[in-house]
């Protein structure tokens, strides 16, 4: 017994020992059976960027998406005070193509990783929208607060915040959410809104894990949902 | 995928399906299979899905990156990738399907018993897994199809169907092989038939050396039975809150196995043997003990029908079962010659026995299962109600076979005639009419009156009425009492096993005349609650008590009191520990140590008390295992430990002290136990894991060897009193039982590439058991063999029984292409084995041991084996 004993705990300690190198190798091959379709974001850090080269940059972008970042026209989204990490994310998908746009995929396509951190942190900087004056007991609030359980909607602000500012972050021992790369909805236009829930419903937006999310969340929203949802956080 | 449909089309016509299915699943557990069979695997593949078990590196959470854990911290795994689908013609069907096909190779021991306990390895191909689902996103409708195939007795295919939230089938066949002896050497020809005879040059009345040579000639045989079964079933909504389900089984087993042969007599030493004091001189005379093989060949179809409600109007969860279990014997008797005469020089005439094998039977069962919410302390009533029958009544047979004990002949010298017992009229009836019910009602309420604190009572009772009754009456010479062991007992003992009133043979004689309807009435009553003290820590308590009025037994009531307690707690860091303990107690009514004698001759009007009296029918302080008062305290802890966010450490350790309130029984029972695991899966690709247990049991029991010079001889023998002339302190002796059992493992598994996936694993099983014994003196070895023996040649232990095997299995799978790929798999298996009970057994003419008669050599010493396999798996 004891000799058994000997080998298996040498046995053991080498195959233990022997773990890091498995390990590297894992890392290094990826371990993707299939290669991915999508960005995966769940362990997406905070992105930082020089927001002054990236006013030098925002020239054209101030065409659609306004000189401080609030849009001039409701079918683009406003950009002032956004997560830098969501637009950083945003840009990089339009550029390797997982997010499909005629327009943006175009101006993204000549931009470096620098400029794409600049610019996001450049609107991130901006002051966003002020805050309206949503209906507080309209369906769009009941779902954006609370969902609809009986349906499987869940409430938009478990990763949104209460007010469409921005998640609530909470600690936990448990695997943490990717916070800084849920956007801030509120104060963006019922029209824009509309289209994005429409695109993660269809899967023509689903080339993040995040987009995968809301693909899920947006197919149980009808389209009198929708519009509810819309009008509320426009009002936001 | 043009080149796909067609195959796929002609699988699907194949397997008589309309259009393939989806559902690789990762467990087969959780269906609606009502009557067994719900895992399927094999020794190749033990989940039956291992070609799917490909963890997705997406994880579990598009939300966030990593597994969370159960409340108790253990990893939840990876779950599997989902195969890729394919359209399935132009409508909404897409459709999966793999075929995995190959060569096994087998070398080194490829006989031995362990190897081929449950595996029914061949040299040749074999099917790994043949896959095939479809399924209707749109409509929710599904097929799925699923096989392998190892060899003809190891094989499985299963083929389920139906619409999600609507209606689910289910169709199966498979073969699970069981083999229990590759070394047998049986003695007789006709093996695996009803009827074993002597081979050419035996017949009753033969030396041992002729035995002895007859058998060295004997052929090696393989004794196994194979387990065929055959199933469907349906669960279907039928409105929108009732579903309908039925299931119906059949299960074939053939097959044959090692079975007994009495015969009245074996051990008679009156010397020591060639070999001095401790060796049996074996005479070889009377008529010896036999170990037959028997065939198997049964069928068990088991009926299963309900309806459930899911929750209507009412608020009712109602659940009502029909069930039916159908066993059939299609051999239902085992002959068997004897090659030594029961009584050598005697007018014996008993030349072989005869097994009455297992009778007929069925089993109904009748269950209703309720429950409702209650309206305050978000409460639960819960009612269950069952009535179940079992019921055998199959022709009787005869005392004795006219084969082995002709009329005309008589046994011995007992004046007892062959005629009057080898026929069914020596029987007070010709059917079993054998019948036991059953009754349960079980009522539960659960209340949770506030979020800390939640409790329970229950009540159970369950009676058991066995209502079969059998008197041993011979209407033909008007005895009660059977002739045991063929009639070979009798021919040595003169017959005392038959009473008759007013025959001054038999009159006086101890006899079972019938049979003991052994019946129960239970009923558990339970208190039990548990209260959240904080975030981090939970108690948990209850009281059970056991009351069990068994008749006829030693005690009229039982009462098995349990006090359980438990405490959970996550203070320690981010460990959780779970303690408990619980505290049993039993009494009972005043210990009766014969409570059967209505069963026997002396409770007969006639019985003449003989002047010696009769044998005690056991010591007053052997107190039954089950009946005992008892004392026992059990206790286990268990940690879990995450290690990081990847890793994780359990230790279980447990310990349980019986104490019993005998000095002649069982005494005590302990076990002591510990258990280690390191599992750790840092990304989808890799997963690892280490685990070791050892548990240690000590069973020590005592007895008394009765005074055997008073037996028959002196009053002295009725005398039931430990410590009194017949049951002398002198006289007693312990036996402990000490086991110890180690198993141990490591499990690697890794994707190196997308093409490349290694999966390790590393088993190890070791038992050791060993017999000891202690005695106030050599007057607790039985006369028998007090004349060969002597303290030296006794000793205080058997030699040890050992069981070590170790198994080393890998799977190298290799992806060729997006369809195309490769398993390599291999397994080494090694081990060692020693049993004494098989000491001295090296060849077939070792089986013969004076008047005894032995069938297999057993398990090989040292075995070991290597299989490899080599498959092509194909995604069709």
Known sequence: MSSMHRVLSLAAAAVILSMPVFSTAASDAAATPRPAAWTDLRQQQPITGDAQAGLAKSAVCAACHGPQGLAIAPNFPNLAGQSATYLYVQLKTLKNGQRSDPIMGGQAAALSDADMRNLAAYYSSLPPKPSGHADAVSRGEQIFLNGDPTRGVPPCQGCHGPTGQGPRVYSSDAPKPPWSTFPRLHGQSALYVTKALGDFSSGARSGTSNALIMHGVAQTLGDADIQALSTYIATQ | MLKRKPLTALLGLALGVVGPLPLLAQSDASDSQRVGNIQFGNSLDPTGWGVFATPDPAGMSWLHAGQLRTPTGMLYPYPHQIPDAAPLGAGDWTYTGLAEFGYLHLSGDRNDEFLRMYSGWNNGAALGMLALSAQNRTTGQYVDFRGSRISSQDQYYRLRAGRYGDYHIEAFYRDIPHTLSTTAYPLWNGVGSTDLTLPNGLATGSTPAQVQAAEANRPRRTLSVTRQSEGVSWEGALTRNWIGYAGV????????????????????????????????????????????????????????????????????????????????????????????????????????????????????????????????????????????????????????????????????????????????????????????????????????????????????????????????????????????????????????????????????????????????????????????????????????????????????????????????????????????????????GPYNPDPYLAAYSPSMPGYLLPAVGYTAFTVAQMYKYDMSNLEASKLKAILTKPLGTTATFTATLYGNRLRYGADIGRQSYDTTGADVAWDWEPTAATSMSVHAGIESSRLKQGNVNDNEALTFSSPDQADMQFGGPFFPYANFWTATDNERDVDAGAHFNHVFSPRVRLDLSYDYTYSRGLNSYDYASLAAISTVYRSILTAATIGNSFPANVYRMQTLTANLNLALNRRVGMRLYGKYEFGNHADWNYAGFNTPADLIVGNRVFTELGPQPHWHALLVGAFVTVKL
């Not at chain 2, 009191?561 to 009972?588: C, F, I, M, P």
Request: charged share 20%.
């Open chain 2, 249 to 588: 089984t059949n299960e074939k087993r053939t097959g044959d196995r090692d079975w007994g042969g009495p015969m009245y007599l074996t051990y008679f030493f009156v010397a020591p043997g060639p070999g001095g004091p401790g060796t049996p001189s074996i005479p070889g005379t009377f008529g010896g003990q036999y170990d037959t093989v028997r065939p198997v060949d049964f069928t068990t179809t088991d009926v299963n029908l309900g309806l459930r409600n899911k929750g209507g109007a009412s608020g009712w969860l109602l659940n009502f079962t029909l069930t039916g279990s159908f066993f059939r014997d299609h051999k239902s008797t085992l002959d068997y010659a004897v090659p030594f005469a029961v009584a050598p020089g005697s007018t014996s005439v008993v030349t072989g026995g005869t097994w009455s094998l297992e009778p007929d039977n069925n089993y109904y069962n009748v269950r209703l299962e309720a429950s409702h919410p209650l309206k305050f302390w978000r409460g639960q009533l819960s009612v269950s109600a069952a009535y179940s029958s079992m019921r055998q009544n199959d022709a009787l047979q005869a005392p004795l076979n006219p084969l082995y004990c002709p009329s005309g002949q008589f046994l011995g010298t007992t004046g007892i005639a062959c005629a009057d017992w080898n026929t069914t009229a020596a029987l007070s009836r010709q059917d079993g009419d054998a019948r036991i019910d059953s009754g349960l009602l079980n009522l539960r309420v659960d209340f949770r009156p506030t979020a800390k604190l939640s409790w329970h009572a229950n009540l159970r009772q369950r009676d058991e009425n066995n209502m079969t009754r059998y008197t041993m009456y011979n209407p033909l010479t008007g005895q009660y009492g059977y002739v045991p062991e063929n009639g070979a007992e009798p021919i040595v003992t003169g017959g005392t096993e038959l009473f008759q009133p007013g025959s001054p043979l038999y009159q006086s004689n101890f006899a079972q005349i019938s049979n003991i309807p052994f019946s129960y009435d239970d009923r558990k009553t339970e208190l039990g609650g548990s209260y959240r003290i904080n975030r981090n820590n939970t108690l948990s308590a209850s009281y059970l008590l056991d009351h069990q009025t068994p008749h006829p037994r030693e005690r009229t009531y039982i009462n098995d009191q349990h006090v359980k307690l438990g405490w959970d707690t996550r203070s320690l860091g981010n460990a959780t520990l779970r303690l408990s303990y619980e505290y049993q107690k039993r009494s009972g």
